[in-house]
């Protein structure tokens, strides 16, 4: 069949066609009694849709009439029914015709276009060619866009001169860093460190008691607590000594919109590998005494980078982690981390209430409540094993670095260089080491030694074999620069900023339709680690099924493989939105972003968990475990889980949590931080875990919640769904919803709303609330979790909503395979591609397991397709 | 010749290589602050600390005149010489100022009780607060006794100028129960 027959004909012309004789008759005897001219419900007029298949709008219009008919959808339930199988007759030549058209556009376009990679996969190929975990540079670039869900997408991922202008000072970041410029490396320093430390704000709290120090687990004699007045002038105590007497720092009042914890002792000059360690332990305080705190509090370690004028961001930049301070135990902590320049540690006691003492009657001689205490911290680095590095190495092998003193070059221009101590943020123990003299790589025969070591790099970084056509191209570039007077290193590194700007390494090479091996294994990597693959990988014989499933184990296994659950995660499940809003501050006053970053590490580690235990889909709405740790199990109401690391938890019996539907991420993402919607809610779960995104809203007012809390959310929605035009999508958007009202913008369990009006509600329980936050807010009216399915089920509550969706193993898991290979092939899963899905599926079904899934996917058609 | 350089003239000593001066020292406003400056003293170079007097709050000190920076140096030179190198040692937690003109007869003792002067920080802090106003010849601020005495030039200041000073740097002072 030839696609120019099918187009821009109308409906009765195509349809009189004997092949299709009996889809008029089935047309008009079901469905353009709504659907015509005249009614044109849900905005569909059959008897003027085209058989445009070329045209994207009406090929997916076609495609939604097939789905309608084929679930028996359509006609509506209070209709006459057809016969099955004239049902069954029209859906079958109705696919097939959209089948052979989808075929005809795939084999003309290809089904992936070419694209890109995004900022974050950008950001890890750089990283991982130089070997530089750490280096900064996705905030350099534009935000990607998306589609279908995915920034992967093709579709999604234009260039214009912007991403170039920013490509080139990525690249030169980059650079800067992977060329030694120096014949030996910067002296490795280890500084011991305090919150004290001159420049941060632990000084300046102190002396007003939201910080106090300690010695043998007392208050410090020398500088003792600040009581009734405060310590009198911070400049006079620093000179002379008060904050340099080696004493344990007591932390009371947590990171808030002023108040930020720095390690000012150490700000990064030489980016690299550095080790960090420090001390922590917890404890009650109660006026003046250390006593056993209440169990064990975490600390929050992060990377903060300094602006030029030194002050910082008011939020972390990234955190490292929360770290375990026991009670009364001083528990060192260390981690190996990558510093930037200018970045610098910071902390928070993000297990504490946020109290404040400062304006406290006796400050902190009258408070009586937990701290954590640092003892220290040491930053030692930057950590070479050896010199000159490997990214340096990369691009300049062995050649030697040398004093390059321009008198004896008088035609040859000096290389530029960085000055790491110049542009340094000087408030620090670290000192710099600086080099005398210029120092550069020196090449006796440059053309023949740049041959050889862009041969080398090319192919590395552009993650395919490079023709010696190319290589000459970059060879002219060396060339060029050499003419016009440049050194040996500007000119090589001119060779090198071209590469990494240059379509080669910025867009993945997929040439051919039936993907070749080094195409596969990027698609692989770039799916599994979202970054180039590795040299094993590149030279592993991928068109073997059985090397490909050990290839893609041993991605699994492998810690780049995060990286994927991170991204997808924050994609799939709009993780990335997590802290669009901030939950009201009287609604919510337990919220913190410490129970953010647990909420996000739950969904990541559960997911992780699915594709270690290749557990089914029906754990994406149910379980009989959670990932948490004490700060979400304590606002799960589940006891006996201590400290911040995330484990895995057996669940009570009639527990709601577990499943990706109650987890505490999942619901903030889908709340706006002060109401929740069951419209937004119920959309989320058709469309992200049912793979049934409901139909964009006809242009209809939305329903305002009323936050003055005299009228359920319900109650307003009731009156929306009397609009006929709203009622038929409501039907099936609103139950999972109304379910999910059982939980609150941040992901609490609740039987009723929460208001801060002064003359209705209740007073509220505190709950699992910490003792020292103040709570104003009141409970308003019932929540109604209960409701009816569009085919008839009832539920009470969310756990009946959890057994129906969990009934559903198959929608679940081609909802979770069609996300999947969205974002592993950059491409939307046509129409044509149902039957290789569908192969994908049934392959998968004999355990419905998530890893199962992954390698069924990796070894299918769709994903060795371009 | 003008007062200060003469006051300096005629503080140092005309002895042969070694020359000795004397000079009031700020800083000292605690009894443990003089073994605090008698220690950072040791690495002066080229002049040494011989005498400290905790009551009147003054140093003596001796340089080699054929050293570098006190060869034929002027008497404030010689002050500059050996304050920088004391400043350094101490965080500039001590300074050297030419020694007190007044007898101290003619000097005027003013005592205030500082609330919550409970550490050396807070005492340095109080005593910092008086020590360069106009008028204040001398000053301590002892946090074991909560004590900032204040010698005064009576006829430039006097204790209700400082109190006032201490109550715009928010330092409460325990007001004296009335007789």
Redesign the interface.
């Known amino acids: 069949m030839k696609l120019p027959s099918l187009t821009l004909l109308p409906l009765a012309l195509l349809l009189s066609q004997p092949a299709r004789a009996d889809l008029p008759a089935f047309l008009e005897q079901h469905c353009t009694k709504c659907h015509d001219a005249d009614t044109q419900k849900g905005n569909l007029n059959l008897t003027a849709l085209k058989a445009d298949y070329a045209n994207p709008e009406t090929f997916a219009r076609w495609v939604k009439v097939h789905d309608r008919i084929a679930s028996g959808e359509m006609p509506p339930k209070k209709e006459k029914r057809p016969e099955a199988n004239a049902a069954a007759a029209v859906t079958t030549k109705l696919s097939k015709v959209l089948m052979e058209a989808d075929r005809v556009r795939l084999t003309e376009k290809g089904s992936t276009g070419m694209r890109r990679m995004t900022r974050v996969e950008y950001e890890n190929t750089v990283r991982d060619l130089f070997g530089m975990p750490g280096l900064a540079l996705q905030a350099l670039l534009p935000a990607d866009g998306s589609a279908h869900g995915f920034d992967k997408n093709s579709d999604a991922l234009e260039v214009s001169h912007v991403n170039i202008a920013k490509y080139l000072e990525a690249a030169d970041q980059a650079l800067d860093l992977a060329i030694a410029t120096r014949p030996k490396a910067p002296a490795s320093q280890k500084v011991r460190l305090s919150l004290l430390d001159r420049g941060g704000s632990g000084a300046y709290l102190s002396m007003q008691g939201d910080v106090i120090t300690l010695r043998d687990r007392k208050a410090d004699p020398?500088?003792?607590p600040a009581?009734?007045?405060?310590?009198?002038?911070q400049?006079?105590?620093e000179?002379?000594?008060?904050f340099e007497t080696d004493s344990s720092v007591g932390v009371f009042r947590r990171e808030d919109e002023s108040v930020n914890y720095y390690f000012r002792g150490h700000t990064t000059i030489y980016p690299g590998r550095y080790r960090v360690r420090t001390s922590l332990w917890s404890y009650q305080w109660d006026k003046g005494q250390v006593l056993p705190s209440r169990g064990t509090e975490a600390g929050r370690l992060a990377v903060v980078q300094l602006t030029s004028d030194g002050r910082g961001g008011q939020h972390p930049n990234y955190t490292l982690g929360y770290f375990d301070a026991p009670s009364l135990q001083p528990t060192e902590h260390e981690l190996e981390v990558w510093l930037n320049h200018n970045e610098l540690m910071g902390f928070d006691v993000s297990s504490l209430a946020p109290v404040a003492n400062y304006s406290r009657k006796d400050r902190a001689m009258g408070f009586t409540g937990p701290g954590i205490a640092v003892d220290w911290m040491e930053v030692e680095g930057p950590l070479h094993d050896v010199w000159p590095p490997r990214a340096h190495q990369l691009l300049f092998g062995a050649l030697p670095i040398e004093e390059f003193i321009p008198k004896d070059h008088p035609e040859v221009r000096p290389p530029a260089r960085r000055n790491w101590e110049k542009t340094w943020l000087r408030v620090s123990k670290n000192q710099p080491d600086p080099v005398a003299g210029l120092w550069a790589v020196r090449s006796d025969d440059p053309m023949v030694d740049a041959r050889r070591l862009l041969s080398a790099f090319l192919p590395k970084a552009f993650r395919q074999t490079v023709d010696e056509g190319s290589i000459n191209a970059y060879l002219g570039i060396v060339a060029a620069r050499i003419k016009a007077g440049e050194c040996f290193e500007t000119a090589m590194r001119e060779a090198y900023r071209t590469a990494l700007c240059s379509p080669a390494f910025l867009y993945h090479a997929e040439p051919e339709l039936k993907l070749g091996r080094s195409a596969l294994a990027c698609r692989l990597s770039y799916f599994l680690w979202n970054s180039a693959p590795d040299d094993e990988l590149t030279s592993a014989h991928l068109e073997d099924p059985t090397v490909l499933r050990a290839q893609t184990e041993r991605l699994l296994r492998d810690a780049r493989s995060q990286r994927f659950v991170e991204d997808f995660l924050g994609q799939w499940l709009k993780l990335r939105l997590i802290a669009a809003n901030d939950p009201d501050k009287k609604l919510y006053p337990e919220f913190s972003p410490y129970l953010q970053d647990s909420m996000v590490a739950e969904t990541h580690a559960y997911f992780r968990e699915l594709i270690e235990k290749n557990l089914d889909a029906t754990h994406l709405v149910q379980s009989r475990f959670a990932m948490v740790n004490q700060k979400l199990a304590t606002h799960y109401g589940i006891t006996g889980v201590t400290g911040p690391k995330i484990r895995r938890v057996d669940l009570p019996p009639e527990s709601p949590r577990g499943g990706f539907l109650t987890q505490a991420a999942i619901l903030k993402v889908t709340a706006n931080g002060t109401t929740t919607s069951p419209v937004v809610r119920g959309a989320f779960v058709l469309d992200r875990l049912l793979g049934q995104p409901p139909e964009p809203p006809p242009n209809v007012p939305a329903v305002e919640p009323d936050v003055r809390g005299t009228t359920t959310i319900r109650e307003q929605l009731a009156q929306h769904r009397n609009n006929a035009t709203c009622a038929s999508c409501h039907a099936k958007i609103d139950p999972p919803g109304f379910a999910l009202e059982s939980f609150d913008v941040i992901g609490g369990q609740r039987d009723r709303y929460r208001v801060v009006t002064d003359s209705n509600g209740d007073p509220a329980p505190r709950g699992s609330i910490d003792p020292f936050i103040g709570i104003s807010f009141k409970l308003g009216p019932k929540v109604d979790p209960t409701g009816e399915t569009t085919s008839g089920q009832t539920f009470a509550n969310i756990r009946d909503m959890q057994r129906l969706l969990a009934s559903k193993p198959e929608l679940l898991l081609r909802s979770l395979a069609q996300n999947l290979l969205v974002y592993s092939t950059g491409r939307e899963v046509s129409f044509a591609d149902r039957p290789a899905l569908q192969s994908i599926l049934e392959k998968t079904a004999p355990d419905n397991g998530v890893r199962t899934l992954i390698h069924e996917i990796i070894q299918s058609p769709l994903f060795q397709t371009r | 010749m003008k007062p200060l350089a003469l006051l300096l003239f005629l503080s140092v000593a005309a002895t042969a290589a070694e020359q000795s001066v004397h000079y009031s020292v700020r800083g000292l406003f605690q009894p443990d602050r003089k073994a605090v400056l008698i220690n950072a003293a040791k690495a002066l170079e080229n002049c040494r600390l011989v005498g400290v007097d905790y009551d009147t709050a003054r140093a003596t000190f001796t340089y080699d005149d054929e050293a570098k920076g006190f060869k034929k140096a002027k008497p404030e030179q010689i002050l500059q010489q050996i304050d920088n190198q004391i400043r350094k040692m101490t965080?500039?937690?001590f300074t050297l100022v030419p020694p007190v003109a007044l007898p101290e007869a003619a000097l005027k003792r003013i005592d205030f009780t500082i609330?919550?002067?409970?550490?050396?920080?807070?005492s340095?802090?109080?005593?910092?607060?008086v020590a360069t106003l106009e008028g204040v010849e001398r000053a301590t601020a002892n946090f074991h006794d909560g004590k900032l005495i204040i010698l005064i030039d009576p006829d430039k200041t006097s204790r209700q100028v400082v109190a006032e000073v201490l109550k715009k740097?928010e330092?409460?002072v325990v007001e004296a129960a009335p007789k």
């Open positions: 020398l500088y003792p009581s009734a007045h405060r310590h009198l002038d400049g006079s105590h000179r002379i000594g008060s | 965080n500039y937690t609330e919550g002067l409970d550490c050396l920080g807070c340095y802090g109080a005593y910092n607060t740097k330092i409460k």
